[in-house]
């Protein structure tokens, strides 16, 4: 059955007045969300107290979502776990992959990676010391600095600037051919289109909810091991909600079954309430049909554009394989332009140093917005209309 996306977009809240193309940073509210949240709330905390963990089921909620969140990026069940945020699953998906790599130090990124994938990684570097290095390389360059050095591959799918995207199939390969591991961040993938954790066998991944999977501000990251690994990868973050037996309250610390494992302390419960309500949504949705509608809005809006706005550049990929849910365009001024733009009520971002982005999100989003953002971006840049003080001014998120 093919997916109805005006059933999905009618499943969110979205301000009347505004074109949403930013799902991308920050996914918009689902209607359910709101009195999914209250009941948490009131409900279950208000009501059952400390009961709830186990009446509410509070405690297995990391991995019944976990597996929910499987489905959407190929993943075996009971391999993906949630908790604490991206950046601390980076840390602990890369502390693990190390220590099952000895004999190597490098961890391999490229230059096109989030810059708090990178810190994470420089960090743990200087904490495990003896020669463990980052070594980073232009995103195009990746595939052929892939060598017997290296311990661990560290790649963003997707280039949260410009969009481009990697073959997972092919670089995942090319590093067990080497002997290295890899460490996925779907950040910009999930909910995206389909990823195929599995069939690629990838060793370890990570990724944030509150981008495409609408979990809201704050909503926890996954992380995702390899079932062939999962009883072999040590969490590294070894806190007590990870302990085979937490409420054994042992001094000593061993690691749980599987995936169980990677949990560290009090899961987001709220938040994770949140993130059911969406998750509801994705049910009905097929990530086939979301792909074929995801490249057709964003071939309009590149076809749009470049017809009406020629003092852009696209900075996005045209080949279908190397592109993920969003446009980038360049411009010297793209921070007063995306302010011109917000100010009316076309949503997207702007990544330093030149980076205009649009995120397409077919739940909500379909042709006739795109149509407008276009319209809307035509009439700024014809009229110079974000060359206006009020819009130079950074804010502190941009
Ligand atoms: C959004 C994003 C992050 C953000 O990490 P948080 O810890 O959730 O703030 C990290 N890495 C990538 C690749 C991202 O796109």
């Given at each position: ?41 009131t ?44 950046s ?15 004999t ?11 810059p ?58 090319r ?8 460490v996925?961040?779907l ?9 195929y954790?599995?069939d ?52 000593t610390y ?16 709220l ?16 990530l ?25 550049t ?85």
């Amino acid at each position: 059955m093919s997916t109805d996306f005006s059933a999905t977009r009618a499943a969110f809240d979205l301000p009347e007045g505004i074109i949403y193309l930013d799902g991308n940073s920050l996914g918009p509210l689902p209607r359910a969300a709101a009195a999914r949240v209250e009941r948490a709330v009131t409900g279950e905390w208000g009501r059952m107290l400390v009961t709830g963990w186990n009446k509410a089921g509070w405690m297995d909620q990391p991995s019944k979502i976990g597996n929910r969140i499987a489905t959407l990026i190929g993943a075996e069940p009971d391999s993906v776990v949630m908790g604490d945020t991206l950046s601390i699953k980076v840390y602990q998906a890369l502390a693990s992959a190390l220590e099952m790599n000895p004999t190597r130090r490098v961890i391999l990124s490229d230059t096109g990676n989030f810059p708090s994938d990178l810190y994470m990684a420089e960090g743990l570097c200087r904490t495990l010391g003896s020669g463990y290095t980052l070594k980073t390389v232009a995103p195009e360059d990746i595939a052929a600095h892939i060598d017997e050095t290296v311990a661990v591959t560290l790649i963003t799918e997707v280039d949260y600037r410009t969009g481009r995207k990697h073959d997972m199939a092919a670089l995942t390969a090319r590093a067990h051919a080497a002997g290295a591991l890899t460490v996925w961040d779907l950040a910009h993938s999930a909910g995206a289109f389909p990823v195929y954790l599995a069939d690629c066998r990838a060793d370890f991944a990570v990724g944030c909810t509150y981008k495409y999977l609408n979990s809201g501000p704050g909503g926890p990251a996954f992380i995702y091991v390899a079932p062939r690994h999962a009883d072999t990868a040590r969490p590294a973050l070894s806190g007590w909600l990870g302990h085979e037996s937490p409420f054994a309250f042992d001094t000593t610390y061993r690691p749980g079954t599987g995936i169980e494992r990677m949990r560290v302390g009090t899961p987001p419960v709220l938040q994770m309430a949140a993130l059911e309500a969406s998750l509801d949504i994705w049910d009905s949705v097929s990530l086939n049909d979301l792909r074929t509608a995801s490249l057709a809005l964003t071939d309009r809006f590149i076809a749009g554009v470049e017809a009406a706005c020629p003092t852009l550049t696209l900075a996005t990929p045209r080949d279908h394989a190397a592109r993920g849910s969003q446009v980038s365009f360049r411009h010297p001024e793209g921070y007063a332009i995306m302010q011109a733009l917000i100010a009316r009520g076309l949503i997207g971002d702007f990544r330093a140093p030149d980076i205009l982005r649009f995120g397409f999100t077919p739940l909500f989003i379909g042709a006739p917005e795109v149509d407008a953002a276009v319209a809307v971006l035509a009439e700024v840049m014809d009229k110079s209309l974000w060359d206006q003080p009020q819009f130079k001014t950074r804010a502190r998120v941009t």
